[in-house]
């Protein structure tokens, strides 16, 4: 009987036996890569650079918890409650309010792709590397572009903006609020106004300092508002939120041409998100996993009140500022109105190569600050201070390396 069943499992028949041969009938060329057959090994580390942010113990639970349907009606309530969150933050009542599954770059792309036709005028700030990033998008769109280039430090005021809009007749105007590249806060009161006085909407970019410091979507006028989840959320990257006033709503249906990309299409992801009185159809699948980690974000923020998340993110960057100034290094944005309290831009010191100073820092204290980005490249030190790290004791730390790095980096000579 034993030598049956082995004469069985050995001649499979027929069928399954030219099953057997075309799976094999090639040797792997490939071996299991060596560096997979270990455990996975992540490091200690302080991330005081503009983002990623570290992460807060209960989101990093959240990411623990087992993963459901992506149209299970437990999501949906998941989606929901994270919608709610959004408008909170964004001080909106806006019902086209939603989750991207991409970062804040995809929901700049998306803000372009829905409301821009080619041939339409696209009036951009391009002060630092968000503003050029949205004039290369809507370059790619066929939109005639129009910057408004300041060099990297710089903001734009009213005037200079009413220039812009009555020269080019945009039907949309792009600003970043917290240029994460130059540690620009953009003022944003009487923009909104303004365009709509000249027919056009307002898209602002609020990725670096949402949460960080007020924003107030619906009193500023603001008509496309979009940020991320890494930063003063706390959060896996990978998500973004978006919301659109009724203006945008109108223009983006009344378009005449579709959206390039059906990944991106917003009147396809409002439905999906409920934000519409129609069924929810499927889309796409969502990161589930990263939803429940933003929830979570949300539901921190929510608990300790936007007013003292601002006022946390204003006290702890002054004191790096103090602190920063007490060592010699000079801040890049002069006006103390006008630097962004979630990333701090420090000028090089003469002297020394931001390099060495990045990596002093981080080989020797586990802290991780960055150097400038497009414009900035070379010319800056970037300190953040996002959510939970937004503390005293962070900037006693990340000063203490630099103060450290500063003795021991080599120096050049002038």
């Known amino acids: 009987m034993l030598q049956a069943l082995v004469k069985s499992s050995a001649d499979p028949g027929p069928q399954a036996a030219g099953w057997v041969q075309t799976m094999a009938s090639h040797k792997l060329l490939v071996p299991p890569p060596k560096a997979l057959l270990k455990p996975l090994s992540i490091p200690k580390r302080l991330l005081l650079g503009p983002g990623p942010s570290n992460l807060a113990p209960r989101i990093m639970s959240a990411g623990g918890m087992q993963i459901i349907g992506p149209m299970d009606k437990e999501m949906y309530q998941i989606m929901d409650e994270i919608k709610e969150g959004i408008q909170y933050m964004f001080q909106t ?135 991320g989840s890494q930063k003063v959320l706390n959060a896996p990257p990978g998500t973004s939120f978006i919301s659109f006033s009724d203006k945008a709503k109108k223009k983006m249906y009344s378009r005449k041409t579709k959206p390039f990309s059906f990944y991106l299409d917003i009147k396809w992801l409002a439905n999906f998100w409920g934000c519409d009185d129609q069924p929810r159809m499927y889309h796409h699948t969502i990161p589930v996993i990263s939803l429940y980690g933003l929830r979570e974000s949300l539901a921190l923020i929510a608990e300790q009140g936007l007013e003292n998340s601002w006022r946390q993110h204003r006290e702890a960057t002054a004191y790096l500022h103090r602190r920063l100034q007490a060592l010699g290094l000079q801040l890049f944005v002069k006006d103390p109105a006008l630097r962004l309290p979630t990333v701090t831009a420090v000028a090089v010191p003469a002297g020394y190569d931001w390099r060495d100073i990045v990596s002093y820092v981080l080989d020797h204290f586990d802290i991780q600050i960055i150097g400038g980005l497009g414009p900035s490249t070379g010319k800056v030190l970037r300190i953040g201070l996002l959510g939970r790290n937004a503390t005293r004791e962070n900037v006693d730390r990340v000063t203490e390396a630099l103060g450290a790095a500063l003795q021991h980096c080599p120096k050049k000579k002038l």
């Open 93 to 227: 009542r806006n019902p086209l309010t939603l989750v991207i599954t991409g970062s804040g770059h995809c929901a700049l792309e998306a803000a372009l792709v829905n409301v821009l036709e080619p041939g339409d005028s696209f009036l951009v700030g391009v002060n630092g590397i968000w503003g050029q990033r949205a004039m290369d998008v809507g370059e790619r769109m066929g939109a005639r572009v129009h910057p408004m280039t300041k060099d990297p430090g710089g903001h734009y005021t009213l005037q200079e903006v009413e220039e812009g809009l009555a020269q080019h007749k945009p039907v949309l105007l792009f600003l970043t609020h917290g240029e994460s590249s130059t540690g620009v806060l953009q003022p944003l009161d009487g923009f909104g106004e303004l365009c709509h006085r000249y027919k056009c909407l307002l898209l602002v970019d609020s990725v670096a300092s949402l949460g960080g410091t007020p924003l107030y979507m619906d009193q500023q006028g603001i008509d496309i508002l979009y940020s």
